[in-house]
């Protein structure tokens, strides 16, 4: 892996080596071509420089370069050399064409930056040009490639964009659409580069604190690994299975991404070190398990098969975990050389050279169990499939990268891959749409289930149907995929709107009275020009889905009003029960005059799943997280139950009060340690209680005031890398 900030920049490479790489793994490349796209490059870019002081000609060299190394085609490389030039230059598609061909310009203007889309908000700029980008990479993958090695090259030398705001921008861009769009092709030699150039920038001492983990395990354990590889080594030559065996050790993210998902500490974690194995066939990776179980006691429900049952991405391995060496748990993988390359690169180990042809390689497509090896980006296309706004776009698409997979069965024994947390639903409409939209109830392993149950591997799942669509709002509660979550949204949509205009009406008007105006005495024409809508239902409706903000009104209406106080009036708010406690949540069950109150057993932040309670008594509805110990009181009273959202007003500018409780090492300082870390990552400390002290730990219970679950999680996750933070659990209770 790269190094991060402060790498001493390599040479950049000559015309002659560019073309001898080329050469190297493809002896008919078109050699005159790629000669005339260097050139061309370097006359069009002249003398424009980089951030770091360089030539910017460098840039699209080395993204070639970057390229070669996965062995592409004339055709790619030349794109990589032009990708700029249409966008920072007076070249036109057209001279592309009329110089390089048509199948170059076609792959240029799909790999061109869009940055000349005027859009309001930045997070909207960036959905546009997913969009954008994922029609593109489904017409030749290759637009991807280049694209990859583009930003790759770009994270390599961020840290010479001086401005911090831009830095950070581009490294949360590069994890959030990036890296998981090239773990979606399987390229995971640039999806993990890139995971830790952006964890560099974001958050550099949660970063430091597991390298400083990692360097004192390396000297603990250092040596084991090669008495480890070679135990294993020998057990399977004693096994007659040929097998090249290597250690190696997780990456820093790999690492924080655990923290935070499992929620334990980093002295718990028990895969640190992998063991990899590489056999010659198929078969020998079944011989091969079978040599390990038979020596070491296999670790339960740590085994999973891959090979008969590949990811989604196409990724191909058996892994399991084993008590072997002094007791150390040790996990491998074990697949062939073919199912490691397409393990690495993915996509691209598919592609091969044949008679000057470019396409996908028969025996590696085999390796990846002859299946579709773009079938995730074709999961993304089938989201665009179904419309909604841009915004949206960005929430589905990441649910399809990020999300790991279950396997579960049709009655009739065909397989469905979803991604893991799926439910029902996501079921009906993998299947197809209109099954999605007229499903009712659904029987799993032939008993009749509630939709909200969270499928598992094995499960054969029957959908029941009913007679017309029926697509309540609060289905979308009961979904995790993209392709189900855009398909219901295109069924309420127009449902909504009341919803949204409500809520953009309630958090304008509370922006003017904070302010001291009213809007009633005002005019809000200098609003609606600025956000390109004819009427004010059309603003309120912006600003109720989150597309503009109340402080935006305010400075449109009031140009002269000071920013400290549009900023008083808009700041993010502790979220509170009562009246308007509807400007943070919405769904099913919400009629005019029903009491929202949040449920202290398990105190909810936005970005928890939530359901609401109707109580009985008529106290109103109370909100609780889908996790709450407190709804197994209410198993049996499906009438009671309300599917309930987060609105846009909670997820971008509410306060909402959590508990974490910690055990930490006794010692001075470390209290301090806890608080610092804490205010580094956000977070407001409210309280602070001691308990069940003793004299090498003790717990405190902490209450915090945090912006969202994921906000809660990064404080927990930072927390964890702190040598001196034993664990961290969120705490439910009274917090709020």
């Known amino acids: 892996m790269q190094a991060v900030a402060g790498t001493p920049r390599p040479k950049m490479l000559r015309q002659f080596e560019l073309i001898e790489k080329v050469r190297s793994y493809d002896p008919s490349a078109d050699e005159a071509m790629l000669n005339r796209a260097y050139v061309y490059a370097m006359r069009q870019h002249g003398s424009q420089k980089r951030a770091s002081g360089d030539p910017y000609f460098a840039h699209p060299i080395e993204v070639a370069g970057i390229l070669t190394d996965y062995r592409l085609d004339t055709e790619t490389i030349v794109t990589a050399l032009l990708h700029d030039v249409i966008e920072d230059t007076d070249a036109t598609r057209e001279k592309i064409e009329e110089l390089f061909g048509a199948e170059v310009a076609e792959l240029v203007e799909g790999v061109t930056k869009l940055s000349k889309l005027e859009l ?11 969009r954008k980008f994922i029609l593109a990479i489904s017409k030749d993958v290759r637009v991807l490639l280049v694209k990859l090695a583009d930003r790759l090259h770009n994270m390599r030398t961020l840290h010479f964009i001086k401005q911090a705001a831009k830095r950070e921008r581009i490294a949360r861009e590069t994890l959030d659409i990036y890296a998981p769009l090239a773990r979606s092709i399987g390229v995971h030699r640039i999806c993990e580069e890139l995971e830790e150039l952006a964890f560099a920038h974001l958050n550099p001492v949660g970063r430091n604190a597991i390298l400083r983990r990692l360097e004192v395990l390396r000297q603990e354990q250092g040596g084991a690994v090669s008495a480890v590889s070679q135990e294993i080594a020998n057990r399977l030559e004693n096994g007659g299975i040929p097998a090249r065996v290597f250690g190696r050790e997780k990456h820093a993210f790999s690492i924080w991404r655990k923290l935070q998902r499992k929620s334990i500490g980093f002295s718990q974690l028990s895969d640190i070190y992998a063991f990899r194995v590489i056999v010659d066939t198929e078969e020998d990776c079944y011989r091969a398990l079978g040599v390990i179980h038979r020596a070491w006691p296999s670790v339960p429900e740590r085994f999973k098969d891959y090979i008969s049952t590949p990811k989604r991405n196409n990724y191909r391995s058996i892994h399991t975990t084993v008590v072997g060496y002094k007791g150390m748990r040790i ?11 397409v393990a690495e690169e993915g996509v691209a180990a598919h592609w091969n050279y044949k008679n000057k042809s470019y396409g996908f390689d028969a025996e590696h497509q085999r390796a990846a169990g002859g299946r579709d090896p773009l079938v995730n980006l074709r999961h993304l296309v089938q989201v665009l499939e179904h419309g909604g706004d841009a915004e949206e776009l960005v929430e589905h698409a990441k649910l399809e990268m990020y999300l790991d997979q279950v396997f579960v069965f049709t009655p009739k024994g065909q397989l469905v891959s979803l991604p ?7 079921f009906a409409y993998a299947l197809h749409t209109d099954l999605g939209d007229t499903t009712v109830g659904a029987k799993i392993n032939g008993e009749l289930k509630p939709l909200r149950t969270a499928l598992t591997n094995g499960d054969v799942v029957e959908v029941i149907r009913g007679g017309k669509p029926v697509v309540p709002p609060d289905w979308r509660s009961l979904t995790v995929t993209g392709r189900a979550r855009s398909a219901i949204r295109r069924h309420i949509r127009q449902t909504e709107r009341e919803e949204f205009l409500r809520l953009g009406r309630a958090t304008v008007d509370q922006a003017f009275e904070a302010a001291g105006k009213s809007r009633k005495d005002v005019s809000l024409r200098p609003a609606l020009d600025r956000f390109a809508v004819a009427s004010e239902d059309e603003l309120f409706d912006a600003v109720g889905r989150g597309r503009a903000t109340p402080s935006q009104v305010l400075e ?7 920013a400290a106080e549009r900023e008083a009036a808009t700041a993010r708010r502790h979220i509170q029960e009562g009246k308007t406690a509807r400007l943070y949540v919405r769904g099913g069950g919400l009629t005019p005059g029903v009491t ?20 009985a008594d008529g106290r109103g509805l109370t909100v609780h997280t889908i996790d709450c110990e407190k709804l197994a009181e209410y198993e049996d009273r499906e009438e009671l139950w309300r599917d309930l959202q987060w609105t846009p007003e909670a997820e971008r500018n509410a306060i909402a009060r959590a508990r974490l409780t910690a055990t930490i090492k006794n010692a001075p300082g470390v209290l301090g340690q806890v608080c610092t870390i804490i205010g580094e990552a956000g977070g407001n400390i409210v309280n602070l209680r001691m308990h069940h002290r003793q004299s090498d730990f003790f717990d405190v219970d902490i209450d915090v005031d945090v912006q969202d679950a994921r906000h809660l999680t990064h404080i927990s996750a930072a927390l964890r ?4 933070v034993e664990e961290v659990e969120r705490t439910k209770g009274e917090a709020r």
Do not use: Y
């Open 721 to 724: 890398a702190n040598p001196s």
């Open 331 to 341: 996990e491998m993988q074990i697949r062939t050389e073919a199912m490691d390359l």
């Open 556 to 562: 449109a209406v009031f140009p002269g009003l000071k």
């Open 596 to 615: 929202i109150h949040f449920g202290p057993c398990c105190s909810p932040v936005p970005g928890d799943r939530i359901v609401g309670i109707l109580e």
């Open 420 to 426: 893991r947390g799926a439910m029902p639903l996501d």
């Open 120 to 130: 309001s908000q930045e997070h909207l700029r960036q959905a546009e040009n997913l």
